[in-house]
């Protein structure tokens, strides 16, 4: 069965600072891999998704995550966080061409001055 | 951008009684879904909802649980009766395709319900 694992329930990192949030998923066949982030009173917001194809994808923002079959992973990264990127951050799993997204638990993303 | 509303963001309700769950979707749209998210855990699928039916459900959409649109105005979610478990945030999504790529789903910001 599908599922994706979020190891990390909060992370802080400073303003400018580098960033990558895991995902681990767990997926017969080839998958579809999102990456949402919902801002405080708002709805998730899709930042990026993976189809076969370039294991990097690129998303908005300056965010990229890049998929990895050997480790069952897709993580999400960023060269230099903003404030602004304080946000809750979801990784999914679907099948293809269906909606029906599988999620993780989220990871917390903390912005320090 | 189109917005997926859920109003109000939070609803407190008494164990046994019911509840509705509003959603208002993005206007075009054809296809609506509900997800659960209990604290702390993942959010998941409970239904999808098509042309006044419901497509797919998981089994965490239990008998207590219904769906509809009536005359094209909120989709909702009514559960009765409730019961502690149904504790959890719920969002609601929609999209005008099925089949589609997700990125023409939008999510609500979820309904935050509370099962006293």
């Known amino acids: 069965a599908q599922s994706v694992t979020q190891p990390d329930a909060r992370v802080t990192v400073s303003e400018g600072a580098s960033l990558q949030l895991r995902c681990k998923y767990s997926?017969?066949?080839?998958?579809?891999l999102f990456w949402y982030v919902q801002y405080p009173r708002q709805g998730l917001q899709l930042l990026l998704k993976?189809?076969?194809?370039?294991?990097v994808v690129q998303g908005v923002n300056g965010f990229e995550a890049e998929f990895s079959k050997s480790n069952s992973s897709f993580h999400l990264r960023k060269a230099s966080v903003h404030w602004s990127d304080w946000a809750v951050y979801f990784c999914?799993?679907?099948?293809?061409?269906?909606?029906?997204?599988?999620f993780g638990s989220g990871t917390k993303l903390t912005v320090e001055p | 951008g189109p917005k997926v509303l859920q109003i109000p963001s939070h609803q407190i309700i008494d164990m046994g009684q019911m509840v509705t769950l509003n959603c208002d979707p993005v206007?075009?749209?054809?296809?609506f879904y509900w997800y659960k998210q209990i604290l702390g855990q993942q959010m998941e699928f409970l239904v999808n909802f098509y042309n006044g039916k419901v497509m797919e459900k998981s089994k965490l959409f239990k008998d207590q649980f219904s769906v509809e649109r009536p005359d094209g105005s909120y989709f909702t979610l009514k559960i009765q009766p409730t019961a502690l478990e149904d504790s959890a945030v719920y969002f609601c999504a929609s999209s005008p395709h099925w089949g589609s790529s997700a990125e023409t789903l939008y999510f609500g910001s979820g309904t935050r319900l509370t099962v006293l």
């Open positions: 993976y189809y076969p194809g370039d294991p």
């Open positions: 997926y017969f066949g080839t998958p579809y």
């Open positions: 206007s075009n749209h054809l296809y």
């Open positions: 999914a799993v679907s099948m293809s061409n269906y909606n029906v997204l599988y």
